[in-house]
């Protein structure tokens, strides 16, 4: 399957983790992405994890990845006002031939 | 490096008139994609390329849409006859084989273009 699916929204205060899910279908897929989309930008590659891992942190980002459950996350330390933005899941088989994106998650940072 | 840049930024058309977008990747990069976002909805795979050999379509790549990178640098992506359910962003992005410094895969540090809106009225 080519599945990603992932929750519309997610609000939280500023200072506050944030968490947000994606699952996926394809038992394939190799490396999962996490991109960042603001208004009227492009997509921006946050992080991604290869599936023989199951945890990666890089600052702010803390990435986990269940496989048995095919359930990826995206952890936001201390989440700012400046990270506002849409979050989409994706996954690729080892060809990187195809990627398949979630419809994303709409994350709202409260002041 | 300049990025992944998208030709033009915003097309206006009528319905059934054909137009054509144009995408230069990143310089050295050999992987090039074509992608399709409409409202509230992720990227769409449309169509992979690797230098100039077109590998993967996608179901979704009707007749009316064509896509070609003649020299293996810039590709173009052309829809004919255009319908309104063809209106959407139409986003590119490019990435390199081979391996990078520390050895691992550059092929996953896939990089968009900000995409070319299209409005089919």
């Known amino acids: 399957g080519e599945d990603v699916e992932q929750s519309l929204f997610l609000s939280v205060r500023e200072g506050d983790s944030s968490v947000i899910n994606c699952t996926y279908t394809d038992s394939s897929s190799t490396y999962l992405y996490w991109y960042k989309q603001e208004p009227g930008a492009g997509l921006q590659l946050l992080t991604y994890i290869f599936s023989n891992m199951d945890m990666k942190q890089d600052q702010r980002l803390t990435v986990l990845l269940n496989k048995k459950d095919k359930h990826l996350s995206l952890r936001i330390a201390d989440t700012q006002t400046g990270d506002s933005a849409i979050y989409f899941c994706a996954e690729t088989r080892y060809n990187f031939n195809k990627f398949y994106f979630g419809s994303g998650t709409k994350l709202n940072v409260k002041p | 490096d300049t990025g992944v840049s998208q030709d033009p930024r915003h097309k206006i058309t009528k319905r059934g008139q054909n137009v054509t977008f144009r995408c230069d990747p990143i310089?050295?990069?050999?992987?090039l994609y074509w992608y399709r976002q409409t409202l509230g909805q992720g990227p769409e795979f449309l169509t992979y390329f690797q230098n100039e050999a077109q590998l993967e379509k996608s179901r979704l790549l009707s007749d009316r849409f064509s896509a070609e990178r003649p020299k293996g640098s810039f590709s173009t992506l052309e829809i004919q006859r255009t319908e309104q359910g063809d209106s959407a962003m139409y986003l590119c992005a490019s990435s390199s084989s081979g391996r990078g410094l520390a050895g691992g895969l550059k092929s996953y540090e896939q990089y968009f273009g900000p995409g070319t809106r299209l409005t089919v009225t």
């Open positions: 310089s050295e990069h050999n992987r």
